[in-house]
């Protein structure tokens, strides 16, 4: 029997406006999934209502207090742990540790925020004495966000949190493949006494309920994170509004090991850099740049570790019909294109996982960086290891993306370790490492992976407002 789910609007469960419903698809068997209630323009409207009457009483609520219901809601979000991470497993089939550990990650942005709630929130100015100049940060009001299938209760509080923390109420539309964790999320915020109307949930179809909630007139500011198209017809949409709009799109993140690495742990991580959550993440490091030298050594290492990783075990299904089917097309392109695939590019052998949504995990190996499959965000577990010979070489590759996001420089020369990182294209450079967890660390990209930080400190400053206050004496 699958989960029926309706939209969390003002403290409470509603049906559709609709009275409509979509049944989605589990990916780990290819049978029903939860049935999605799709709303209209009506819904967000009710939702953004709701919002609207909270947003006074939210604002001028004590920050302490604030602190408190964020930390409550941390500390409650933990206790049912298991709970969360099953019906995580439900929308994504999921590995039980990578949901689990998706629920940690997001009790603590909670857990992180309330704890900076207090922080200073502007500065005295000394200009003119016979004035006293001041700025303080404000809440923008109704925040919409909008957040992506992959990671959907991760991608909820990363935004929720530092928007709630900031003063502002908050209505969030999931993406309809998988609902039911940022439902759970607002249900649990009210049970731990967050005022009716601050955070509500409208589900439905991104080209509609989502649309509608950007153009609002009573949104102030969106958070988007998905697919570069849609974030440039979000984009136009806030442009005509002028509202501020925070991007976190797509990724073809470069990963770079020089000769002089410590190649066993490269191996090991650039592994986890783009197998995790099945490779569905804007993060994930499918371009594997490597010096000539240790191309060929260095590419059997990372296959040798891809082939003991098990579909259905260590890692996950593509969690949407649609996006399974497109990996299966970028095998077909590979093929076309000569690629030699050192290990997968191909369907599971396993009859039990037949009905799932599953690929092996794959490396292709001697790529150029002029291939489809080196240019094209594929969000799937496919890697491509791309030769190149030196330091300006790496730079230059690593640098002819039209994405940003994240890059990682594996070298036991820091000096080298520090010139590459400074001028690679990316808003996040790791140095012998591959990491992107840590709620303290400011998160975005350049070019096509979009604008605005989320995470860490900064965050708060995309969800507020500056002004500046002169009294004269």
Known sequence: MTSKLNHWIDGRSVVPASNEYRVGDNPATGGAGAEVALGNIDDVKAAVASAENAAR????????????????????????NQELAELEIEDTGKPLAVALSEVEN??????????????????????DPDQHIYTRREPFGVIGIITPWNVPMNQAARACA?????????????????????????QLASQVGFPDGTFNVVLGKGSEVGTELVRHPSVRKVAFTGSVAVGQTIGHIAADRVIPLTLELGGK????????????????????????????I????????????????????????????????EVGPMIT?????????????????????????????DEALRGGFYVNPTVYSNVDNSATLAQEEIFGPVLVAIPFDTEEDAIRIANNSDFGLISAVWTKDISRAFRVSEE????????????????????????????GREKGIEALNHYSHLKCVVVAY
């Open 282 to 313: 804007c993060s994930a490091g499918t371009r594997l740049l490597v010096q000539r030298s240790i191309h060929d050594e260095f590419v059997t290492a990372v296959a040798d570790i891809v082939r003991e990783l098990r579909p259905g075990k």
């Open 424 to 451: 690679i294209e990316a808003g996040q450079v790791f140095i012998n490492t591959w990491s992107t967890g840590a709620v303290q660390t400011p998160f975005g990209g350049h070019k096509y992976s979009g604008y």
């Open 253 to 280: 993140s470069a990963n770079i090991v020089f000769e002089d690495a410590d190649l066993k742990f490269a191996a090991s991580e650039a592994v986890r850099a783009f197998t995790t959550n099945a490779g569905q």
């Open 106 to 127: 997001s009790a603590a942005y909670f857990e992180f925020y309330a704890g900076l709630v207090n922080l200073p929130v502007g500065d005295v100015l000394d200009v």
């Open 321 to 349: 019909r649609d996006q399974y089917q497109q990996v299966q097309k970028y095998f077909d392109v590979a093929n076309q294109e000569g690629m030699q695939a050192e290990v997968g590019g191909n369907l599971p052998d």
């Open 162 to 186: 530092p928007a709630l923390a900031a003063g502002n109420v908050v209505v969030v539309k999931p993406a309809e493949a998988s609902s039911q964790t940022t439902i759970a999320l607002a």
């Open 57 to 80: 009483a939210w604002r001028r609520f004590p920050s302490a207090k604030r602190g408190r219901l964020l930390g409550d809601l941390a500390r409650l979000m933990r206790e049912k």
